[in-house]
């Protein structure tokens, strides 16, 4: 189980810090927008906000890769591929394929490290019942 959680984490690592990099970089050119709304995507990217975004998803794919903090990698980076999951099922159906199984690669590694999410778990079930 540590051999895939390792390869969880390492997958993760560097397919976010490619498209944090390419997000603030611009490494590969812009493919068109095969979505529903691409103004909205669109009215997105051009705003300071992707920055701080693509920032973000920087710092944890490169703190998950190093390995030190992968907890709070992990922490930074789960709503990152939440939302990229969201994106995937609701706009962009297209590649929904690779949503999914960024869904599935997040899921494997926030298991590995359940450990350091119990309280946080426990206080959510806590408050549902």
């Known amino acids: 189980?540590?051999?895939i959680a390792i390869t969880a984490q390492?997958?993760?690592g560097v397919t976010l810090l490619w498209l944090g990099l390419n997000g603030l970089l611009h490494l590969v050119a812009n493919l068109p927008l095969k979505c529903i709304a691409p103004q909205s995507i669109a009215s997105i990217l051009?705003?300071?906000y992707i920055v701080l975004l693509f920032g973000l998803q920087l710092l944890g794919s490169l703190l998950l890769l190093v390995g030190r903090?992968?907890?709070l990698a992990?922490?930074?980076l789960g709503p990152i591929a939440l939302n990229i999951v969201f994106f995937?099922?609701?706009l962009g159906r297209s590649s929904l394929l690779a949503g999914?199984?960024?869904a599935l690669v997040e899921s494997v590694a926030i298991w590995s490290c359940r450990r350091?999410?119990?309280s946080k778990l426990t206080l959510l079930s806590d408050g549902l019942a």
């Open 88 to 90: 995937h099922v609701f």
């Open 74 to 76: 992990l922490v930074l």
């Open 100 to 102: 999914l199984l960024l």
């Open 10 to 12: 390492i997958l993760i």
């Open 46 to 48: 051009l705003s300071p």
């Open 1 to 3: 189980m540590r051999m």
């Open 116 to 118: 350091y999410f119990g």
């Open 69 to 71: 903090w992968n907890v």
